[in-house]
């Protein structure tokens, strides 16, 4: 008897451990998935920033002529 009450007890004990860790592994897949969608709208602003700043060096009037050293030199 005591024997089947050790294995119960054990198999018990290693259902609650996957249940523990089904529940780990959902709450770092849900993490993941939260992650790459701020991932992918970070990606979204930064390539609308790149089109911002190549929207604004592309109207400029003209070639780009460097800038005349300051009068005090």
Do not use: C, F
């Not at 993490?31 to 701020?38: A, E, S, Y």
């Amino acid at each position: 008897m005591s024997d089947a009450n050790g294995v119960n007890a054990r198999l018990e004990a290693l259902e609650v451990r996957v249940a523990y860790q089904d529940q780990v592994i959902e709450d770092l897949n849900q993490t993941v998935i939260d992650q790459w969608k701020k991932i992918d709208s970070l990606r979204r602003q930064l390539n609308e920033l790149l089109d911002r700043v190549q929207e604004v060096e592309d109207s400029g009037a003209g070639p780009r002529t460097p800038e005349p050293p300051p009068p005090h030199y």
